[in-house]
């Protein structure tokens, strides 16, 4: 197109632009937005982002809960501790779970003593009681996945993870894992 | 099945919600840290699939017309049909806004006359409940009812009883008595201020009780046509929160804490809808405590919550503890405040270290915009 | 800038493989973000601050849940009666009926769509990045540079250029050349896949480039042409 004597422009731009095409860099990019102050700020009164809204309660926290620099929406029910972690809508945390660095997709629920770490759980998964998603004293050799780096584990939409089963940091997990109640 | 219509009477001249209420209507009260009390009857009827909905309102009505708008969380900003918000009626000649409910009802009768449903469900808009109208229709129909009340059983007696209809319904579900504001009420059996009466038939009453001078569709209406027509009581059974005073304002609230109750209001699949506003999530930083509590999004909590109804876009500070209390929305509580037992209206601030204490049952309010 | 100056097309088709399991099932710009947005929240939401109410999203890859998100357009103030959000899946019309074979074919196979509108200049944007843009300003400069086409560049961290398409540019901001993904980078000016382009120009070449069986039909890649930058033409880098 230049080569026909086009003109062509250069505009630059200055400001945060973040290409959330890996799994890691989707998930920096959500935890910019947990610093304090945000590196990326959402409430920017001049320039709301707009979206289709769920039609959900507010948010409950229960007695016993823990909350330390997180994000929580509509519909969510903490029960259990969560710190430095984003839940999205309708996003269950029972009692005794732990949810740290984290992402939680919308309708997850994390079951009783799950523990997670470092991780970003999909749409409608169910994390079962006791469970450990991103232990680093697990093999991770079952799930490892080159689509995981940084540490971080994927859990995917509607997955179901057995009470008590334990994956590793840097893995994927795309298909139902072994026997279990959810 | 579903040829009903749906009108909601908004007005509140008796009521004593004080500051609340004073530049809003009742059913605009917000509610639960994200509705407003009419949304429940609203989602109530469209959950019922009723397309046609008039609002009759009164007096200070602005808020409640911003809030519902053409009626889109409910799907009602239809070309055929939808929501319609009709405006006081004035009695000729009389000076100033109508104030009785007949001269309301007098008022929506050029929308019952040009409506074509069969059925009308009347519904006062300060009921919390999640329920829909297919039963009680369903009663009304096969008794052959001339008007189907919805009530419930309170068990026990209870100050709100004597503030509310009371019924005596015998065991093929007829009203045969039926008491309003009774100081000693006969049963514990409390009206929800919803009825289904044949679209025709009200046109009818109303017109009979306008011409007579009538004020009142509980007194002029209701209970005469207890004793001149086939009055029937539709018992619902889930849970219900009536709101008639500040104290049954902050215990229904509260009541939303209880997981059994959000389970009923908001577990269902038949949902409330509200009008959508756009907030960001809510951020808790490192020194947020929260326990037992309802939060809304568009929060930044940095304090301690306890047992409270936090509404959109509050903020509260470090080292600021709320107890027991409700907070509209885009207030903001500064560091170190205390504060328990309190209504805090919409827009207000509480500059550090201030200190607010209401009585459990004595809640005390903060108006709309208040600067402390 | 007047909506029916300018309207945007969103290239929401690729399957973006490299978020694994998150992309299985549905497109990327339809996967969750930050507590309660999904990834092309910020580009329709960047399109409607920015005055432009007529946009086209074309999809390709697992449409459904992107479309049932994007609707008539409502959350974003986009179901107008004039302009609106199109959603614009590859479709069968009586001459032809193919799927999207690359980003330009995407927008060659929309021309129809594009004139019923008869705007004077298209904003072309991806719909996986998280960013806050005024596509105004850009066309502004678009205008006052009399430009035919103008790209939007940002600085990235060196360790990171060889991710992303580079612009290398003179101290007096003429682009010397452009590489996409190179190993060596020569400068930290990236591609951030937001174009701006006079119409009837970009009409022109896709209809060119639709004939041209070498083509790869990649707007990153033929649209900033690797032939182009030999006249020197004019270009312009602002900072």
Same mark, same amino acid.
């Given at each position: 197109?230049?080569?026909?004597?086009?003109?062509?422009c250069a505009?630059?731009?200055?400001g945060y632009?973040?290409?959330v095409g890996?799994?890691q860099s989707?998930?920096?990019?959500?935890?910019?937005i947990?610093?304090?102050p945000?590196?990326?700020?959402?409430n920017? &009164?001049?320039?709301?982002?707009?979206?289709?809204?769920?039609?959900?309660p507010p948010?409950y926290i229960?007695?016993?809960?823990k909350?330390?620099n997180?994000?929580v929406?509509?519909g969510?029910?903490?029960y259990g501790?969560?710190?430095h972690?984003?839940l999205f809508?309708g996003?269950t945390v029972?009692k005794?779970?732990?949810?740290?660095?984290s992402i939680v997709?919308?309708?997850a629920?994390?079951k009783?003593?799950?523990?997670i770490?470092?991780?970003v759980?999909g749409?409608?998964?169910v994390?079962?009681? #006791?469970?450990?998603?991103?232990?680093?004293?697990?093999?991770? &050799?079952q799930?490892a996945?080159?689509?995981c780096?940084?540490?971080?584990?994927?859990?995917?939409?509607?997955?179901?993870i057995?009470? #008590?089963?334990?994956? #590793?940091?840097?893995s994927?997990?795309?298909?139902?894992?072994?026997?279990?109640?959810? | 099945?579903k040829d009903m219509?749906?009108i909601?009477?908004a007005?509140?001249?008796?009521?004593t919600?004080?500051?609340?209420?004073e530049?809003?209507?009742?059913?605009?009260l917000?509610?639960?840290?994200?509705?407003r009390l009419i949304?429940?009857?609203?989602s109530n009827?469209?959950n019922?699939g009723?397309i046609?909905?008039?609002i009759?309102?009164?007096i200070?009505?602005?808020?409640l017309?911003?809030h519902?708008?053409?009626?889109?969380?409910?799907d009602l900003n239809?070309?055929?049909? @939808?929501?319609f918000?009709?405006p006081?009626?004035?009695?000729?000649?009389?000076?100033?806004?109508? /104030? @009785?409910?007949?001269?309301q009802?007098?008022g929506?009768?050029?929308?019952l006359?040009?409506?074509?449903q069969q059925?009308v469900?009347l519904?006062?808009g300060r009921?919390?409940c999640?329920m829909?109208?297919?039963?009680?229709?369903?009663l009304h129909?096969?008794?052959?009812?001339?008007?189907?009340?919805?009530?419930?059983?309170v068990?026990?007696?209870n100050?709100?009883?004597?503030?509310?209809?009371v019924? =005596?319904?015998d065991?093929?579900?007829r009203?045969?008595g039926?008491e309003?504001?009774?100081?000693y009420?006969?049963?514990?059996?409390?009206?929800m @201020?919803m009825?289904?009466?044949?679209?025709?038939?009200?046109?009818e009453?109303?017109?009979d009780?306008y011409?007579?001078?009538?004020?009142?569709f509980?007194?002029?209406?209701?209970?005469?046509?207890?004793?001149?027509?086939?009055?029937?009581g539709? =018992?619902?059974k889930g849970f219900? @929160?009536?709101?008639?005073?500040?104290?049954s304002?902050y215990?229904?609230n509260?009541?939303?804490?209880?997981?059994?109750v959000?389970?009923?209001?908001?577990?269902?699949?038949n949902r409330?809808?509200?009008?959508v506003k756009?907030?960001?999530? /809510?951020?808790y930083?490192k020194?947020a405590?929260?326990s037992?509590s309802?939060?809304?999004?568009?929060c930044?909590?940095?304090?301690?919550v306890e047992?409270?109804i936090i509404f959109?876009?509050?903020h509260?500070?470090?080292?600021a503890?709320?107890?027991?209390?409700i907070?509209?929305?885009n207030?903001?509580i500064e560091e170190n405040c205390?504060?328990?037992?309190?209504?805090?209206?919409k827009?207000c601030?509480?500059r550090q270290?201030?200190?607010l204490?209401?009585q459990?049952?004595y809640p005390v309010?903060?108006?709309?915009?208040t600067?402390? | 800038?007047?909506?029916?100056?300018?309207?945007a097309?969103?290239?929401a088709?690729?399957?973006?493989s490299r978020l694994g399991v998150?992309?299985?099932t549905?497109a990327?710009?339809?996967?969750?973000?930050?507590?309660?947005?999904?990834i092309?929240d910020?580009t329709?939401?960047?399109c409607i601050h920015s005055?432009?109410y007529?946009?086209? %999203?074309?999809?390709?890859?697992?449409?459904?849940?992107?479309n049932t998100?994007?609707?008539?357009?409502?959350?974003?103030?986009?179901?107008?009666n004039?302009?609106?959000v199109?959603v614009?899946p590859?479709?069968?019309s009586?001459?032809?009926?193919?799927?999207?074979k690359?980003?330009?074919?995407?927008?060659?196979?929309?021309?129809?769509?594009?004139?019923?509108?008869?705007?004077k200049? %298209?904003v072309i944007?991806s719909?996986?990045h998280?960013y806050?843009?005024?596509y105004?300003?850009?066309?502004?400069y678009?205008k006052e540079?009399?430009?035919?086409a103008?790209?939007?560049?940002?600085e990235?961290?060196?360790?990171e250029a060889s991710r992303?398409?580079?612009?290398?540019?003179?101290?007096?901001?003429?682009i %010397?050349e452009?590489?996409?993904k190179p190993?060596e980078p020569?400068?930290n000016?990236?591609?951030?896949?937001?174009?701006v382009?006079?119409?009837?120009?970009l009409?022109k070449?896709?209809q060119?480039?639709?004939k041209?069986?070498?083509?790869?039909?990649?707007f990153?890649?033929?649209y900033y042409p690797?032939n182009?930058w030999?006249?020197?033409e004019?270009?312009? %880098?602002?900072i």
């Amino acid at each position: 197109m230049l080569g026909n004597g086009e003109n062509m422009c250069a505009y630059a731009f200055d400001g945060y632009w973040k290409d959330v095409g890996t799994v890691q860099s989707l998930w920096e990019a959500n935890m910019d937005i947990l610093q304090e102050p945000p590196a990326f700020e959402l409430n920017d &009164s001049d320039w709301k982002i707009y979206s289709r809204n769920p039609v959900k309660p507010p948010h409950y926290i229960a007695k016993g809960a823990k909350i330390n620099n997180c994000c929580v929406t509509e519909g969510c029910n903490v029960y259990g501790d969560i710190k430095h972690s984003i839940l999205f809508e309708g996003v269950t945390v029972e009692k005794g779970a732990v949810v740290e660095d984290s992402i939680v997709f919308p309708g997850a629920v994390i079951k009783e003593n799950a523990v997670i770490k470092k991780a970003v759980i999909g749409e409608e998964a169910v994390i079962g009681k #006791g469970a450990i998603i991103g232990d680093e004293n697990t093999d991770s &050799s079952q799930y490892a996945s080159p689509y995981c780096t940084g540490g971080i584990s994927l859990i995917g939409g509607g997955i179901i993870i057995a009470d #008590g089963e334990k994956i #590793g940091i840097n893995s994927m997990v795309a298909s139902e894992t072994g026997k279990g109640e959810n | 099945m579903k040829d009903m219509m749906g009108i909601v009477m908004a007005d509140n001249s008796e009521l004593t919600l004080n500051e609340l209420t004073e530049l809003r209507s009742i059913p605009a009260l917000p509610f639960g840290g994200r509705y407003r009390l009419i949304d429940f009857i609203l989602s109530n009827m469209v959950n019922s699939g009723i397309i046609n909905v008039g609002i009759a309102t009164n007096i200070n009505y602005s808020s409640l017309m911003d809030h519902v708008g053409s009626g889109a969380p409910w799907d009602l900003n239809r070309k055929i049909y @939808g929501l319609f918000m009709l405006p006081p009626y004035v009695r000729g000649g009389a000076g100033g806004i109508s /104030t @009785g409910s007949i001269d309301q009802l007098y008022g929506v009768l050029t929308f019952l006359r040009r409506s074509r449903q069969q059925y009308v469900v009347l519904a006062s808009g300060r009921t919390v409940c999640n329920m829909t109208f297919d039963e009680a229709l369903k009663l009304h129909i096969e008794k052959d009812a001339d008007i189907t009340v919805v009530y419930r059983d309170v068990k026990e007696k209870n100050d709100q009883l004597s503030r509310s209809n009371v019924y =005596e319904v015998d065991e093929n579900g007829r009203v045969n008595g039926m008491e309003t504001s009774p100081r000693y009420p006969k049963t514990t059996l409390q009206g929800m @201020g919803m009825f289904i009466i044949e679209r025709i038939k009200l046109i009818e009453l109303i017109e009979d009780a306008y011409a007579r001078g009538s004020h009142d569709f509980v007194r002029d209406i209701l209970m005469t046509a207890v004793n001149s027509h086939k009055v029937y009581g539709y =018992e619902y059974k889930g849970f219900v @929160g009536i709101v008639d005073s500040i104290r049954s304002y902050y215990e229904t609230n509260m009541k939303m804490l209880e997981s059994d109750v959000r389970r009923d209001i908001f577990g269902s699949e038949n949902r409330i809808y509200t009008k959508v506003k756009d907030q960001v999530p /809510t951020q808790y930083g490192k020194t947020a405590e929260v326990s037992d509590s309802l939060i809304a999004d568009g929060c930044i909590i940095e304090g301690t919550v306890e047992n409270s109804i936090i509404f959109r876009g509050v903020h509260i500070a470090k080292g600021a503890v709320i107890k027991n209390s409700i907070v509209m929305q885009n207030s903001v509580i500064e560091e170190n405040c205390d504060i328990e037992n309190v209504i805090i209206d919409k827009e207000c601030t509480l500059r550090q270290s201030k200190r607010l204490v209401g009585q459990p049952n004595y809640p005390v309010i903060l108006p709309k915009r208040t600067l402390l | 800038m007047k909506s029916a100056e300018c309207l945007a097309m969103i290239l929401a088709g690729g399957q973006g493989s490299r978020l694994g399991v998150l992309t299985k099932t549905v497109a990327k710009p339809a996967v969750p973000f930050g507590g309660k947005y999904r990834i092309i929240d910020f580009t329709l939401s960047n399109c409607i601050h920015s005055g432009i109410y007529t946009v086209g %999203v074309l999809t390709q890859y697992q449409p459904l849940e992107l479309n049932t998100y994007i609707g008539s357009g409502h959350p974003w103030d986009l179901n107008r009666n004039s302009g609106g959000v199109y959603v614009l899946p590859p479709y069968q019309s009586a001459e032809k009926g193919e799927w999207y074979k690359g980003t330009a074919n995407a927008i060659y196979q929309n021309i129809e769509f594009v004139d019923k509108f008869n705007p004077k200049y %298209v904003v072309i944007l991806s719909g996986d990045h998280i960013y806050k843009m005024d596509y105004s300003k850009m066309v502004e400069y678009h205008k006052e540079k009399n430009a035919d086409a103008t790209i939007a560049v940002i600085e990235v961290p060196w360790e990171e250029a060889s991710r992303f398409g580079i612009m290398t540019a003179n101290p007096d901001g003429k682009i %010397v050349e452009f590489a996409e993904k190179p190993k060596e980078p020569k400068s930290n000016l990236a591609s951030m896949g937001v174009y701006v382009f006079t119409w009837d120009v970009l009409k022109k070449y896709l209809q060119s480039d639709e004939k041209d069986p070498a083509s790869s039909n990649d707007f990153g890649k033929k649209y900033y042409p690797n032939n182009a930058w030999q006249r020197g033409e004019y270009v312009c %880098v602002r900072i």
